[in-house]
């Protein structure tokens, strides 16, 4: 059962530590993700996921209300990056710096995009089974939509492809609006297939 | 690959592929005239769009296990059984740094030490100086911090105050001491990022980040 952000919170205030480990495993993309758009090498980025990691667990009291924690972690991560990153001369005067008009928040619509980006992979799990298989392999596996190759990988008929796809994404749409993305798709529940 | 009514509204499967991009000619060109007036088709259709935008902009990557076992491993049971009980007091206070000596260093770096660092904060009509000069124990190098706690009003005796220092990152504690009748405080520790915590009646006194690479 899918547990939400301020649920997984109590449960490592409670010490449980597979609420740690499903906090980690959420949002772990997210934040590895940051220092390597930011052109960091893994080395770095891996000192900037522990660090956020362990900012994580130091202000686990003051997060009992954090419902942002998504814009919440990548604003740290951000502030982590420029720590660890500003340190090295080899990134000096290379596109690191230029992430860093500001140094205390990413730009608006990068906290958007990636936010967005993670509640569709979030969303996709949640969904779960054939669908995600199917969605999963439509949206992220093939350069183009070939439906040839997924029909192939998965194991399903073309002509089903696109009946089955309609049907996943009125699932997926769901999930993604209790998710809290936009826009609303209330209207999309009493569309025929 | 849609197979709607010519006559009919466009069913879910054929706005999703019309927001795919997958239909062309005639077949597109009557789903985009029924879009424009249906604004909810055309919100279903948007939201396909978007999700699918959001999915193929996706350049992020998983980290790897390596560093989701180290981020799993910062994690223990919170209140370890050694920790102070005045630590848990019901208010805390974090100073605020009113003075870094390494931020004037930039302009006037000749004159001052990379090896000794300066800090003031105010806390609750207190002062809180900090001078940290490095050191080198046995092979180490290290911080020596003196410190003094300063009461504007005069009015309160810190004598005996509990101090500690923990790690920023995973707040062990790593050093214990008190204040003794002047307000003072000595305690070694090593490079690293801190927070100093010290004990008043019912609130702790939090300096951090304390942050000595």
Request: include cysteine.
């Amino acid at each position: 059962m899918h547990q939400s952000d301020p649920q997984l919170v109590q449960a490592c205030q409670a010490g449980r530590q597979d609420a740690w480990n499903a906090l980690v495993e959420r949002y772990g993309r997210l934040v590895y993700s940051i220092p390597r758009r930011y052109g960091l090498s893994e080395s770095d980025a891996d000192d900037v996921f522990a660090a956020v990691w362990a900012t994580v667990f130091r202000k686990l009291g003051e997060l009992r209300d954090q419902l942002r924690l998504s814009s919440w972690l990548i604003t740290t991560t951000h502030r982590e990056c420029w720590r660890i990153g500003r340190r090295n001369a080899a990134y000096k005067g290379s596109d690191f710096e230029s992430h860093f008009a500001d140094v205390g928040s990413p730009a608006d619509d990068k906290v958007e995009a990636w936010e967005t980006q993670h509640l569709v992979r979030e969303g996709l799990k949640e969904l779960g089974g054939r669908c995600q298989e199917l969605l999963t392999a439509l949206f992220f596996d093939a350069a183009r939509q070939d439906y040839e190759a997924v029909s192939a990988k998965l194991g399903v008929p073309i002509g089903s492809i696109g009946p089955t796809r309609a049907r996943c994404f009125k699932k997926l749409a769901a999930i993604l609006r209790d998710m809290g993305l936009e826009p609303d798709l209330s209207e999309a529940a009493g569309k025929p297939d | 690959m849609s197979e709607r009514s010519p006559n009919g509204p466009p069913n879910l499967e054929t706005l999703i592929a019309f927001a795919a991009g997958e239909l062309a000619g005639m077949e597109a060109e009557i789903v985009r005239r029924h879009v424009a007036s249906h604004p909810e088709d055309a919100r279903i259709a948007a939201f396909y769009a978007r999700v699918h935008q959001t999915a193929r902009a996706d350049d992020g990557c998983e980290p790897s296990q390596t560093a989701l076992s180290r981020a799993r491993a910062i994690f223990k049971p919170l209140a370890p059984s050694n920790r102070p009980s005045w630590l848990n007091a019901a208010s805390q206070i974090i100073a605020n740094l009113l003075f870094d000596s390494r931020v004037q260093a930039a302009s006037l770096r000749s004159a001052v030490s990379e090896e000794r660092i300066n800090l003031t904060f105010e806390a609750g009509g207190m002062e809180i100086d900090i001078q940290a000069d490095r050191i080198e124990a046995q092979g180490e190098r290290r911080w020596r911090l003196i410190g003094q706690v300063d009461d504007f009003s005069n009015s309160r005796d810190f004598a005996g105050s509990p101090i500690v220092v923990t790690r920023l990152e995973t707040d062990e504690m790593i050093k214990e001491s008190i204040l003794d009748e002047g307000g003072s405080f000595l305690v070694e520790i090593p490079q690293g990022r801190f927070a100093l915590k010290i004990g008043m009646t019912g609130t702790v006194v939090a300096v951090s980040p304390l942050e000595l690479e």
